[in-house]
């Protein structure tokens, strides 16, 4: 099976602020690789699918990077509604998320 | 509009069963894979099973295998989980979840939760 593994698993920053969340893959996924926010309470909500590839109606803010086994996704400048749980999700391998990353204001 | 909407939750004794149910609606639920997800309160999110469009094949996380069965009415547009010999860690938040054909979520219910304990 493929682990995902995130880090940091908790960032704090402030709005306009730039920040980036990392996952690392077990072994290769190739691009088979997606993003997801959730608030508390809510079901999660696809950013990035692909890697690299926005979903439609998601905020061009946000961006995704990477293949093979290691990747990343950067929010270019905090909106008060971005402080919220990411998680990465592969699916090159039965489908696997991360631990989670949770963005909290500084 | 295009929606996901689970029902079937609540509170079941160790060993008990429970059948899930999410009803699609606003678009051609016959034309997409769909899974189960589930978040355990205060967790993150474990994907747990996934159907084919026609229903014929089905795939299982570990955990949950000879437990669990997916399966689908694409007639009336629903998809089920039917869970047995459930155990306490099976308590979670179950989301039903529109399967993109790379394998992603791109729609989510609202999720109904399972209790298991005594």
């Known amino acids: 099976d493929t682990q995902m593994t995130q880090s940091p698993s908790t960032l704090s920053a402030s709005v306009g602020d730039g920040v980036s969340i990392t996952c690392r893959a077990s072994q290769s996924i190739s691009s088979r690789l997606a993003w997801y926010q959730q608030k508390p309470g809510k079901a999660p909500n696809l950013l990035i699918y692909?890697?690299?590839s926005l979903q439609n109606g998601v905020p061009s803010r946000f961006s995704g990077s990477g293949s093979g086994t290691e990747f990343t996704l950067t929010i270019s400048s905090l909106q008060p509604d971005d402080f919220a749980t990411y998680y990465c999700q592969q699916y090159n391998d039965f489908k696997t998320f991360g631990q989670g990353t949770k963005l909290e204001i500084k | 509009e295009v929606q996901l909407v689970e029902s079937g939750g609540g509170l079941v004794q160790p060993g008990g069963s429970l059948r899930l149910s999410c009803t699609a609606s606003?678009?051609?639920?016959?034309?997409?894979?769909m899974s189960w997800v589930r978040q355990a309160p205060g967790k993150g999110l474990e994907w747990v099973a996934n159907i084919r469009t026609d229903g014929n094949d089905n795939q299982y996380v570990d955990s949950v295998k000879g437990r669990f069965t997916i399966s689908r009415d694409n007639a009336k547009n629903l998809l089920y989980l039917q869970m047995s010999s459930l155990r306490v860690d099976d308590t979670a938040f179950y989301y039903c979840?529109?399967?993109?054909?790379?394998?992603?979520?791109?729609?989510w219910g609202r999720g109904t939760l399972v209790t298991v304990s005594s």
């Open positions: 692909e890697a690299s």
């Open positions: 606003g678009f051609t639920f016959s034309f997409y894979w």
């Open positions: 979840a529109r399967d993109h054909v790379g394998g992603y979520f791109d729609l």
